[in-house]
C-alpha cells in the first residue's frame, strides 16, 4: 500500500482497505464516527495526519500531503462534526470540542 491509502483495523485485523479516502467515510456508515484527531507531520510540518475512531473500535489513520486540506475535508464531513476533535494545536481541547469550531478557531488563527 502506498502512503496515502487508508486501512480500517479492528481488533488487531483489517477489516477494509482503500487506495484513498473513500474507504473511510463509507465506513462511517457502518459505524459512526467516535473520535477524530489531526495533526502535523511530525518529519513533515506541512502534511497532516488524521486519525479516527469509529464506534465500534475501529481505527483508521490517514495521512495528507498539507495539514490545511485535511482541516477543509474533514470540515466537509457534515456527519462527524458531532464528533469530539483534537488537534495538536490545542493540546488542551476539551471533551465538548466539536469540528466546526476547531476549525472556525483554526481559520481565526491563520492556521488554515
Known amino acids: 500500500m502506498d502512503r496515502f491509502s487508508t486501512s480500517i483495523v479492528l481488533a488487531g485485523q483489517v477489516v ?11 465506513y462511517a456508515k457502518t459505524s459512526p464516527v467516535h473520535r477524530v484527531y489531526a495533526y502535523r507531520d511530525k518529519k513533515l510540518s506541512c502534511c497532516g495526519v488524521l486519525e479516527v ?13 498539507s495539514y490545511c486540506v485535511l482541516l477543509e475535508w474533514l470540515y466537509k464531513r457534515r456527519s462527524w462534526r458531532a464528533a469530539p476533535f483534537w488537534t495538536v494545536e490545542d493540546p488542551n481541547t476539551p471533551e465538548d470540542y466539536r469540528i466546526t469550531y476547531a476549525f472556525d478557531s483554526l481559520k481565526a488563527k491563520g492556521l488554515v
Open 16 to 26: 477494509s482497505t482503500s487506495k484513498n479516502l473513500r474507504g473511510m467515510k463509507d
Open 53 to 65: 475512531e469509529y464506534e465500534n473500535g475501529a481505527t483508521c489513520r490517514a495521512e495528507f500531503a
